[in-house]
C-alpha cells in the first residue's frame, strides 16, 4: 500500500486542522494506520493510530488525548487526524504508515512501513 500525507498548514494556536493519509493501490483493511510527529532536533513521536483490523479502536499519545481524533472513511481508504486547539508544541511534519503488529507494537514507529510524504504543520503563538 502507498500512502500520501496531506492538509498540513500554518495556523494560529488554538485553531484547528484536519490532515488526510490516503491509500493507494488497497485498503487499510487488517492494517493499523498510525500518525507520527518529527519536529526539528527530535525524535519522531506516537501521535495516533486507528486499528481497523480491531473494529477501528483508537488510541492516542498523552500529550494530544482530547485535542486530536483519527478517524477513516467508510470506505477504508483514507485516515483523517482532526487536531484542534493546536499549540505551538504541535509544530512538527506528520506522517503516516501502517502496520500489523499487535497492540503493544503499535506507538514504535519501527513496526511501520509504507511511509508517505509528510505534511507540515506549523502552529504559531
Known amino acids: 500500500v502507498q500512502l500520501q500525507a496531506s492538509g498540513g498548514g500554518s495556523v494560529q494556536a488554538g485553531d484547528s486542522l484536519r490532515i488526510s493519509c490516503a491509500a493507494s493501490?488497497?485498503?487499510?483493511?487488517?492494517?493499523?494506520v498510525g500518525w507520527f510527529r518529527q519536529a526539528p532536533g527530535n525524535e519522531r513521536e506516537f501521535v495516533s493510530a486507528?486499528?481497523?483490523?480491531?473494529?477501528?479502536?483508537?488510541y492516542y499519545a498523552g500529550s494530544v488525548k482530547g485535542r486530536f481524533t483519527i478517524f477513516g472513511d467508510n470506505a477504508k481508504t483514507t485516515t483523517y487526524l482532526q487536531m484542534n486547539s493546536l499549540k505551538p508544541e504541535d509544530t512538527a511534519v506528520y506522517s503516516c504508515a501502517v502496520t500489523r503488529a499487535p497492540l503493544s507494537g503499535i506507538y514504535d514507529h519501527n513496526n511501520y512501513y509504507s511511509w508517505g510524504q509528510g505534511t507540515q504543520v506549523t502552529v504559531s503563538s
Open positions: 486507528i486499528r481497523f483490523g480491531s473494529g477501528g479502536r483508537t
Open positions: 493501490g488497497r485498503t487499510f483493511n487488517q492494517y493499523t
